[in-house]
């Protein structure tokens, strides 16, 4: 039992309290309630028949996903046809049309704010678990730690709907004419053309009700609908040609257009009739909240000419040249050339080589290309005015217009037009070799490569007196290099058995050798002369300030049981300016994948395993405020853990600990097994009878296990999404399992 001393007056009482019972401690599941098993059903249904003038093919499938998390669901439609024909010798036409249609419902998605968990599951797992969503008689506690600010989400389903549709479809066709079938002296040449038009069209539906935690008092709901068209028409002339029995000549004419069309409406209201309605009857709020509509569009000319030449099918040539205009950049600068040549020597094909049995393929490879990039929005170029709403007194205001608004955010905020905004262009060197032994049981390739690339696309600030705070500009130089490595083996193959395997290893860096202004770093983009385009920026951490070193501790104003960061410049201060440097980066060392197959008589099994090593993950920061569920941490305890990884809780009082940001990036490398299946297929002995042609049954499972993670908390190959924000590394992994059966008719 446990005594203490309550003073009334002048004379102490001793009152004994009840021993302490952990039992008595709340222990609720709340993560329970925000997940389920997931199940998947898939459907396809194909037929396929043709003769040698006609062939076609259609299939139509079917998917159902049940999610993870309750409320979250997946259902798709899929349609896929196809046709070709050759009713005369020299003209043939094709096309292939897909299609599907699909309905997601997204579940709980929290859009109050910027901060907290994004969905359900997330949002239960961090209450507290000595909490209960009820009371004794079933009722709804709304704030179950006495948080105002933290609420019980568990009705939430009920309050929310989340739905998108998206109808998608797409085409390929083609029309060819072989010239030498109606004319012989024009061996060789042909004619096709091939048009490419593409569909989608989304929409996205919420509802939240005033009872849920994104009502909060009001009906809101929003429709949005977005259109997408796009298309790629290409004019292609071939030549071919074999002239004295060593020399090869090909020879391709090419024409291309392309746009792209998109389009959208967005309305929000607050406070409408009823959540029931969902987003249907949104003129029951009286006005809109918010409105918008917008459109888009940009197109894209091509031309290139690209010339094959080969002698004794030893010694190969490819050049071409290529010419696109892109309608995004500026005037008197939308086109430019691309140039690339390629040669290759088989090695194998030579005399000297012919009495190498061993040998099955030995080919050296060389490779020069420049290639662009257009990547900014469309209108960028423009430097439009931005609209601003001015009050006169407290009644009146109007609209007027200034040239930018340094207020906003910075992706909000007007860019200055630039006259002169030109292609990106990159230029490539690569060297590879592909080689086969002991008749290619033994094969692959190995390609290193350098690149370079100018005239940068990036955002470079200017002078405010401009009006513009910053402008599109061709600035700034990056250059790279890389190696692959692919090893295909047959290490067994009997009559009965067979294992074939595939082994990928590859490795770039890259570094930022220029940027704007002439500067050597831009901090807030994280992008430093030098160093890697992708990296961390922040203070160094450093461990805990233990008991033992408060007095060096406070010459910095920290005190144990807070975080220690480096004095990079040991001038006695901690500043942003001089003690931060790159703690990470975001690109691995290397990536590596090993792929298996085993075959004995009817049984097939294969397993992948992926490996990325080297790169850093930007999670782990935590406040330690106490008001959420969070992961086991080693936290600070003065004389009891002072060797501790975390800070100690409340040191900062509800606040997290000034430098936590320094604590934020782990070692992401790891070594997974991502998928192994297991099936058989039947003989036709077996299926003699049943009118089967095929029936294959197998098994599958995806991301079952972890050979090795250095970050023990997180699974650092998956996206982690919380609120509306993307993060490498997650604290969930998903696991699937699959039965499936093939059949053929």
């Not at 209108?379 to 609209?387: F, M, V």
Request: glycine letters at 10%; aromatic letters at 14%; a neutral charge.
């Amino acid at each position: 039992f446990r005594q203490r001393y309550k003073f009334i007056g002048f004379t102490p009482q001793i009152i004994t309290l009840p021993p302490y019972d952990p039992s008595k401690v709340g222990s609720y599941d709340w993560a329970s309630n925000g997940k389920q098993t997931g199940i998947t059903h898939e459907h396809t249904l194909s037929a396929s028949e043709g003769t040698d003038k006609f062939q076609g093919y259609a299939s139509f499938g079917y998917l159902n996903q049940k999610g993870t998390q309750p409320g979250q669901s997946y259902e798709r439609y899929t349609l896929k046809t196809s046709f070709d024909a050759n009713p005369i010798s020299f003209f043939k036409m094709g096309t292939s049309i897909n299609a599907s249609y699909s309905t997601q419902d997204y579940g709980y998605s929290f859009t109050k704010s910027v901060t907290g968990a994004g969905d359900l599951y997330g949002a239960l797992r961090g209450m507290l678990p000595w909490t209960v969503p009820y009371d004794e008689d079933g009722k709804y506690i709304r704030n179950p730690n006495g948080d105002v600010n933290i609420i019980n989400p568990i009705r939430e389903l009920n309050y929310n709907t989340n739905q998108r549709r998206t109808f998608r479809a797409n085409a390929s066709m083609y029309a060819q004419v072989d010239f030498e079938k109606i004319w012989e002296p024009l061996k060789g040449l042909s004619y096709r053309i091939q048009f490419g038009p593409e569909f989608q069209f989304y929409t996205l539906g919420m509802a939240n009700a005033a009872d849920g935690i994104n009502g909060d008092g009001n009906n809101r709901a929003q429709y949005k609908n977005e259109q997408k068209r796009s298309w790629t028409l290409d004019n292609l002339i071939y030549y071919n040609r074999q002239f004295a029995e060593k020399h090869n000549l090909g020879l391709t004419l090419m024409q291309s257009a392309s746009a792209y069309h998109y389009e959208m409406g967005d309305m929000r209201a607050t406070d409408v009739a009823s959540s029931q309605e969902l987003w249907y009857n949104l003129a029951s709020a009286g006005t809109l909240g918010s409105f918008g509509t917008g459109l888009t569009e940009t197109q894209m000319t091509s031309y290139m000419i690209r010339s094959n030449y080969g002698f004794m099918d030893k010694y190969l040539l490819t050049a071409s040249m290529r010419w696109d205009g892109a309608s995004q950049l500026a005037p008197g600068h939308k086109w430019a050339s691309f140039p690339s040549m390629a040669l290759a020597w088989r090695i194998d094909q030579e005399d000297f080589m012919k009495n190498i049995n061993w040998l099955s393929q030995l080919k050296l490879r060389l490779g020069f290309g420049v290639t662009g990039n257009a990547a900014i929005s469309a209108y960028a170029t423009k430097g439009p005015l931005q609209a601003m709403y001015y009050n006169w007194g407290q009644q009146n205001s109007s609209l007027g217009y200034l040239p930018s608004d340094p207020s906003l955010a910075a992706d909000d905020i007007v860019k200055m037009a630039n006259p002169d905004l030109g292609w990106e262009r990159t230029t490539q060197y690569n060297l590879g070799i592909d080689y086969g032994f002991l008749n290619n049981r033994l094969t692959g390739s190995i390609d290193a490569y350098k690149t370079k690339t100018n005239d940068l696309l990036l955002l470079m600030s200017i002078p405010i007196t401009n009006g513009y705070g910053s402008t599109y500009a061709n600035v700034g130089k990056t250059s790279g290099w890389g190696i692959d490595l692919q090893l295909n083996a047959i290490p067994v193959q009997t009559k009965d058995f067979s294992w074939n395997t595939t082994l990928t290893w590859s490795m770039d860096r890259n570094q930022i050798d220029e940027l704007s202004n002439g500067r050597t770093e831009d901090v807030n983009n994280r992008w430093f002369v030098g160093e890697e385009i992708g990296v961390y920026y922040d203070y160094v951490y450093d461990g805990i300030w233990k008991t033992s070193e408060a007095s060096e501790a406070a010459k910095y104003g920290r005190k144990p049981g807070q975080i220690k960061v480096k004095d990079l410049n040991n001038d006695g201060t901690i500043d942003a300016t001089n003690d931060r440097q790159i703690v990470g980066k975001i690109r691995p060392d290397w990536t590596a994948g090993w792929n298996n197959t085993f075959s004995y008589k009817n049984f097939e099994l294969s397993f992948f395993i992926l490996s990325r090593w080297g790169f850093t993950v930007p999670q782990g920061a935590a406040s330690l405020d106490g008001r959420y569920m969070m992961r086991k941490l080693d936290y600070w305890v003065a004389g009891t853990n002072e060797n501790a990884a975390y800070y100690s809780p409340g040191s900062n009082g509800e606040a997290a600990d000034t430098y936590s940001s320094s604590m934020n990036y782990q070692d992401g490398s790891y070594i997974k097994v991502r998928n192994i299946s297991l099936g058989y297929n039947f003989t036709q002995k077996q299926l003699k009878n049943t009118g089967l042609n095929n029936l294959k049954v197998y098994v599958q499972a995806m991301n079952p296990f972890s050979i090795y993670k250095a970050c023990d908390w997180l699974d650092t190959d998956l996206l982690n999404y919380d609120n509306n924000t993307k993060t490498f590394g997650s604290a969930t992994t998903i696991k699937s399992f699959v039965i499936g059966l093939n059949i053929g008719f």
